[in-house]
């Protein structure tokens, strides 16, 4: 199995055709399937280091922002390490490019995985949700993203994601016929001094307000009240073990 802590993109001539044809014949079912409308793309910058983060709401969810951003750039994302225990699954994610992490569990190979990503200027996809929504409106978020945030000192993209809730909702095996749309907002830039809980609000209030903007009210989650101590001290060091780092179920990517 794939791990976090000796993971990187691979460099493999099949792993490139295969993903190559992956994201040509997805973006065409989308297009066909679901008339797939991609707003505010100019938002993605075409160089250095960026975070997306958007809504979870289907297992189509990263294959479709995949597709939306085809031939724009290149973008990684994180999966859950026991989707490698299928050797097609694993290789197709290999493929695709996506750092494993241990699902509900604190992961330092993975953050450490991402960040490498970021300083090598590359965009990294995550759920801040964690997990698909089984109602179709928004979780509250995790505090992952705001850790890469935090030490990266990237940018985050807040993206909406439309159309897949009732396309393949939570618990269903039909797949129905729906408009989809994958919305871009502008990126949000955070102090160093911002805490945790006010980057993931404010992450989750934009993605609220794209997919409200394009055609589905949203409300945004509760707000996260608690705000992260100070580094160091016994309190900080319990904070940082209980900060769970929500996977992209699989990877948003393409290649310019």
């Known amino acids: 199995m794939t791990r976090a802590s000796n ?10 055709i295969v993903r190559e044809l ?5 973006r065409t079912a989308f297009r066909i399937w679901g008339r797939l409308r991609v707003v505010g793309l100019e938002n993605l910058p075409r160089t250095g280091p960026v975070v997306l983060a958007g809504n979870h709401a289907s297992y189509i969810d990263p294959v479709l922002v995949w597709a939306a951003m085809y031939r724009r750039r290149r973008a ?62 928004l ?8 850790v890469l945030l935090q030490r990266s000192g ?9 159309g897949t809730f009732e396309m393949w909702p939570r618990g269903t095996k039909r797949i129905r016929r729906v408009p989809l749309t994958v919305a871009f907002g502008s990126p949000i830039h955070f102090d160093a001094d911002t805490s945790r809980a006010e980057i993931t609000n404010r992450i989750m209030n934009a993605v609220a307000q794209l997919m409200t903007a ?29 900060v769970k780092l929500s996977p992209m179920e699989t990877q948003t990517a393409s290649e310019s």
Request: aromatic share 4%; hydrophobic share 40%; no cysteine.
């Open 76 to 137: 990684f994302g994180i999966a859950k390490d026991d989707l490698w225990q299928k050797r097609v699954i694993g290789y197709l994610i290999d493929a695709i490019g996506a750092v494993p992490v241990k699902r509900n569990a604190p992961d330092v190979g993975m953050l450490r995985a991402a960040l490498g990503l970021l300083s090598s200027g590359h965009i990294v996809g995550i759920f801040p949700e964690g997990s698909r929504t089984t109602d179709g409106k």
């Open 154 to 162: 990237a940018p985050v993209v807040p993206v909406a994601i439309i």
């Open 22 to 26: 992956i994201v040509v014949l997805a």
């Open 7 to 16: 993971w990187e993109p691979s460099r493999r001539l099949d792993h490139r």
């Open 214 to 242: 394009n055609g589905r009210p949203t409300e945004p989650p509760p707000t996260l009240a608690r705000e992260e101590p100070e580094e160091g001290g016994a309190q900080a060091r319990r904070t940082r073990r209980d």
């Open 139 to 146: 979780q509250p978020a995790h505090h992952g993203v705001a």
